[in-house]
């Protein structure tokens, strides 16, 4: 079974500018996450999707950051404009999230680390 | 909202001692995973244990739901197993998410 697929591993982009991360799930896993990860810290939820629709976003700062997941599969998360602040790692993941709560089991994409100069 | 804690926040061990991590929350939750973060970022799947024990090779888990915390046993420690180690817990209200603790860091030392 494959991993999480994120792209780009690395990116490095001046403030103001925008940018855009892509995620590709475990084949049938419904639910899929957007983490931002500042060095040091742990992994904060941005983002969550059950299929094509969005669950949380109450820590997505929404004046700069938009998601999607069209079909209910892979996603987008886009930064317009960057800030200094955003340079972090963006985490993907997803779980199967069926019925049962006490077994769902998320499972990560290897990240991408974004630097703002 | 739930709070997560995870003690030490910092460790430092010999090759083949033994350590306990521990996860404490402010509420009841639905699961808790554990994870490796391993020097290059990646996250790594190591229990979903909502109660009771599991073990894998050297590392097991305990989670006592009634009083809100688990823990992590690691045995005969490697270098490889150096990183930082995450407890994520799931909500049981809401948008059932996942809110993750603060992290242990290790370093297993040749």
């Known amino acids: 079974e494959a991993g999480v697929a994120q792209s780009p591993r690395y990116k490095i982009i001046e403030k103001r500018q925008s940018v855009a991360f892509w995620c590709n799930p475990i084949s049938g896993h419904a639910t899929l996450y957007w983490y931002q990860q500042i060095l040091g810290q742990g992994p904060k939820l941005l983002i969550q999707?059950?299929?094509?629709?969005?669950?949380?976003d109450s820590q997505l700062p929404k004046d700069r950051f938009s998601a999607e997941r069209l079909k209910g599969v892979d996603s987008t998360l886009k930064i317009q404009p960057a800030k200094l602040e955003d340079s972090a790692v963006y985490l993907c993941?997803?779980?199967?999230?069926?019925?049962?709560?006490?077994?769902?089991?998320?499972?990560f994409g290897p990240g991408t680390r974004l630097t703002v100069l | 909202g739930i709070q997560v804690e995870q003690s030490p926040p910092d460790l430092i061990l010999q090759e083949g001692a033994n350590s306990t991590l521990r996860c404490n929350f402010s509420?009841?939750?639905?699961?808790l995973q554990w994870f490796h973060q391993n020097p290059w970022g990646q996250l790594i799947n190591l229990f979903y244990?909502?109660?009771g024990t599991k073990q894998n090779g050297r590392l097991s888990a305990t989670t006592v739901a009634t009083e809100r915390y688990s823990l992590l046993y690691i045995s005969s420690s490697q270098t490889t197993d150096s990183g930082v180690y995450f407890c994520a817990v799931l909500t049981t209200s809401g948008t059932y998410k996942y809110i993750f603790g603060t992290g242990t860091r290790l370093k297993v030392l040749a």
């Open positions: 999707f059950q299929n094509n629709g969005v669950v949380d």
């Open positions: 509420d009841s939750v639905n699961n």
């Open positions: 993941a997803s779980s199967r999230r069926g019925n049962e709560l006490r077994t769902d089991t998320q499972y």
């Open positions: 244990i909502p109660s």
